[in-house]
């Protein structure tokens, strides 16, 4: 699976951001998918992840309900919306792809490129 992962860009502390994570290569609707973030010095930490059909989701503690993932299978694309964003949401974006949902980032067998949000106060 090839994932490309769009969307960052800078904005305000209360804004709003939509990442998306294009894949090709394999059947996407196999895959759960999860985006992480890696902060300056600091290490990749779990964001959000999606079971293959959506009926399942997972937040980290830190975004949950001000951030939403979905998919659109038909469209071959994840979802990450972002909402009442605060500095500390400041991070590279990386969306990734296993065949069973996880939290784990070495779970994950493929990964995108990144895509960098970044939160100014």
């Known amino acids: 699976v090839q994932l490309q992962a769009s969307g960052g860009g800078l904005v305000q502390a209360g804004g709003s951001l939509r990442l998306s994570c294009a894949a090709s290569g394999h059947t996407f609707s196999s895959y759960a998918m999860g985006w992480f973030r890696q902060a300056p010095g600091k290490e990749r930490e779990f964001v959000a992840a999606?079971?293959?059909?959506?009926?399942?989701?997972y937040y980290a503690d830190s975004v949950k309900g001000r951030f939403t993932i979905s998919r659109d299978n038909a469209e071959n694309t994840v979802y990450l919306q972002m909402n009442s964003l605060k500095p500390e949401d400041t991070a590279v974006y990386y969306c990734?792809?296993?065949?069973?949902?996880?939290?784990?980032?070495?779970?994950?067998?493929?990964w995108g490129q990144g895509t960098q949000v970044t939160v100014s106060s």
């Open positions: 999606i079971s293959w059909s959506g009926g399942t989701t």
């Open positions: 990734a792809a296993r065949p069973f949902i996880a939290t784990i980032q070495y779970d994950y067998d493929y």
